[in-house]
């Protein structure tokens, strides 16, 4: 089972993604922090990670996501981004850009898919 790093400071936000993929089949940790995730990655697998930027507390977030570039794991950066930051973000290695209010289980479903066997065949 594909397992996925959801990186989120918002727990109510991190908590609704995390339900959504674990219905779908996923494997998912969370960390709330761009230090946690980075702690969480020194010892454990991630097969993709999903992570806010712009809103991480303490390590920004672009630490974060030029760190998680050079291990070459799939990220999709969630939440709103201009054009210039989303260029910073691709060449930093983010794969994927979610727009946090945009979200729905099917496009959810239809991202995943990109990456991993249907999430709809996994929940099955």
Do not use: Q
């Amino acid at each position: 089972m594909p397992r996925i790093l959801l990186v989120e400071p918002h727990v109510h936000a991190s908590l609704s993604l995390a339900r959504i993929l674990l219905g779908l089949g996923y494997n998912v940790d969370c960390a709330y922090s761009a230090a946690s995730a980075i702690n969480h990655l020194r010892t454990a697998h991630a097969d993709l990670v999903i992570v806010g930027v712009k809103e991480l507390p303490r390590m920004d977030g672009w630490v974060l996501l030029n760190w998680l570039g050079h291990r070459r794991i799939p990220v999709i950066v969630n939440g709103r981004l201009t054009d210039a930051e989303w260029n910073l973000a691709k060449r930093a290695g983010a794969t994927e850009l979610w727009v946090r209010n945009a979200l729905c289980v099917d496009s959810i479903c239809e991202s995943m898919e990109r990456y991993f066997d249907s999430p709809r065949a996994l929940a099955a």
